[in-house]
């Protein structure tokens, strides 16, 4: 009787330590796997984030592209239609003269020499003659000198360009090209910051200015 009863205690103890560690055996795998769960879910939640970054990026870059080209090509139309009244330029021969004759004198003034050649279209010859003479006496006016001027007939401006004039001195080596094909490209070039700032506004992001 009495063995019987130490048995079933010593039984009953050892059912207990075994529900015990059973108990804590399975607290700890819960906890296992609930922090595995964790971080699966913290590293899916970062890749879709991380994703969904991307994308955002992604669409903000293709839509700042998109206004860049549509902003680039209304500038390239401006300027090209600039480029086709041109023309309109050389069709009045006295307003003409007085632009070859101030073109003249602007590379006059730039050379500061009593000789230089005057580069032209074949066409444009009689024209840039009376503008020649009229920019001569200015400069005489003006800085006292006599300059002797000639028209390069060896080489003359390409017949399918704007117009205008090159001013040769230097024996040659120095060339100060005033054709209207060549200022619209330095208008073109200098002017474009502020006309981008005319027809767009401040550029928000540039924090730098020339």
Known sequence: MFIRQEAMEKAKEIQIKADEEFAIE???LVRQETAAIDTQYEKKFK??????QITRSTLSNKTRLKVLS???ELLDDLFEKAQGKLEGYTKDKGKYEQICTGL???GL???NENKALVRARK???????KAMEGAKAEYKKNMGDEVELQIDEKNPQPEDSAGGVSIVGGGGKIDINNTLDERLHLLEVDALPMVRQSLFGKNQNRKFYD
């Open 123 to 129: 066409q444009d010859y009689d024209v840039v003659r």
């Open 104 to 106: 003249i004198l602007e």
């Open 47 to 52: 890749q879709a984030s991380m994703s969904q």
């Open 70 to 72: 549509a902003r680039q």
């Open 26 to 28: 399975k607290s700890k």
């Open 109 to 111: 003034y730039a050379l």
